[in-house]
């Protein structure tokens, strides 16, 4: 574990920056029974910035876990009420949620994967009417990670000691959120969401009708983007709360909503796929009229097959992101078997569902009209990765005249 000075660092930034809890007000933080004493210094954090009273969520895979292989499919699909009278007093009282978590990939493994799939459906349901809080950032929320040797050990294989492949899995966690002993990580985040913003302001008035990706990988796509599309990425503002919060530590991406009906070349991807526990790697898609038409993949082809035909707008894009080669997560080049990090790698796109709120007025849309305005409605939203280092991007006007967005796989601007 790092030392308390880095530590206190890691929870000052979670909750300054990330929930950036409001004088007087509820935080309600998650965290694995494992990783008390972090959850502990977010508490101590909190009051310092006078929060009015912090309530604890305490989390266990492992217990969940148990109750799969062991419980009654019946009494696991339900919520019990007091675990929904505990959420409907919190946003009641506009609280701040904080989520930490330390996933265990593939910790599911060995379980009744119709009987989970069930279960998560159906307490996801009962959960639904409280998500729009954090969802349409009604609330502030912010979700961040701390490692764990089980984890650690799949990032860093060739570690053989648990102990110092969690090490590494520290170092590398508080670089990608820009934690170190010489700089106050507030400050940091300060110029990180400013340049963030700047990207999407830019991005924004130059309103582009396209954007053509090309590199040695073999990648030549133009990807339409919806007319109102708009660019998001970094801080967001909690409506009932009027304060703003960065709701991902670490977050570099820049990004919005692709036409869904113009899409039109071949991409290939630069990182392998990790799709519901299977690897999908060196892969490629080609894309007509904004449609896949077809895809390969070196492995794991059957399971991209099972993305894009996930249902019938799943084979089309929802998200084109944009991340310079020269971010932390970019230049470590480790695959943190998790979204949260891995997202923010490199550029990427995703298959499925585009994000109501990156079209001007889209999240008062119904879904027809978001289909209308370029938009995609899915169930699914799945990233992946093809972003490279000499990837270039060009920006197509409305004219059809074009300019650099990206060279050498970073921002020209
Ligand atoms: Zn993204
Ligand atoms: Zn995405």
Redesign the pocket.
């Known amino acids: 574990m790092p030392d308390q000075e880095l530590l206190r660092k890691y929870a000052r930034l979670a909750v300054q920056t990330g929930v950036n809890v409001q004088e007087g007000q509820l935080l309600v933080i998650s965290c694995p029974v494992t990783h008390s004493e972090f959850a502990h210094l977010c508490m101590e954090e909190a009051y310092r910035c006078k929060a009015g009273e912090v309530w604890m969520n305490w989390t266990d895979e492992d217990a969940d876990r148990i109750n799969l292989l062991y419980g009654e499919e019946s009494d696991l699909k339900n919520v019990p009420e007091y675990q929904l009278a505990r959420v409907r007093e919190a946003q009641q009282r506009k609280a701040a949620f904080l989520h930490i978590m330390s996933p265990v990939p593939g910790i599911m493994a060995g379980t009744d994967e119709a009987k989970s799939g069930r279960i998560l459906k159906s307490r996801r349901n009962a959960m639904a009417v409280y998500r729009a809080y954090t969802m349409a950032s009604q609330g502030q929320w912010c979700i961040l990670a701390l490692p764990n040797a089980r984890w650690a050990c799949q990032v860093f294989p060739e570690e053989k000691d648990p102990g110092t492949a969690e090490k590494k899995l520290w170092e590398a966690i508080l670089r990608t959120v820009y934690v170190n002993a010489e700089t106050d990580p507030l400050q940091t985040w300060k110029e990180h969401s400013a340049a963030i913003r700047r990207h999407c302001d830019l991005l924004d008035q130059k309103h582009f009708r396209a954007l053509h990706f090309h590199n040695a990988l073999g990648t030549d796509l133009t990807v339409g983007l919806a007319p109102d599309h708009l660019w998001g990425g970094g801080e967001e503002k909690a409506s009932l709360i009027g304060c703003l919060f960065n709701p991902n530590l670490p977050t570099e991406e820049v ?1 919005t909503t692709p036409d869904r009906m113009h899409v039109d070349g071949i991409v290939y991807a630069s990182r392998p796929l990790l799709y519901e526990g299977h690897r999908i790697e060196n892969f490629s898609v080609a894309f007509q009229d904004g449609k896949a038409v077809s895809c390969h993949a070196g492995t794991g082809e059957e399971f991209l097959k099972q993305i894009l035909a996930a249902d019938e707008n799943s084979d089309r894009l ?2 084109v ?1 944009l991340i310079s080669y020269d971010t932390p997560i970019s230049q470590m080049k480790t695959l943190f078997l998790d ?1 949260l990090f891995d ?1 923010n790698a490199s550029c ?1 796109l ?1 298959f499925g569902a585009s994000y109501p709120g990156q079209i001007r007025g889209g999240t008062k849309m119904s879904e027809e009209e978001l289909k209308e305005h370029g938009g995609n409605v899915s169930q699914i ?1 799945v ?1 992946f990765m093809f972003g490279t280092a000499d990837l270039a991007a060009d920006g197509i006007h409305e004219d059809g005249s074009s300019e650099p967005v990206f060279r050498d796989g970073r921002f020209i601007f």
Do not use: L
Request: no cysteine; hydrophobic share 30%; glycine share 10%.
């Open positions: 990004f929802g998200e992101a979204t997202e990427h995703a939203h990233d």
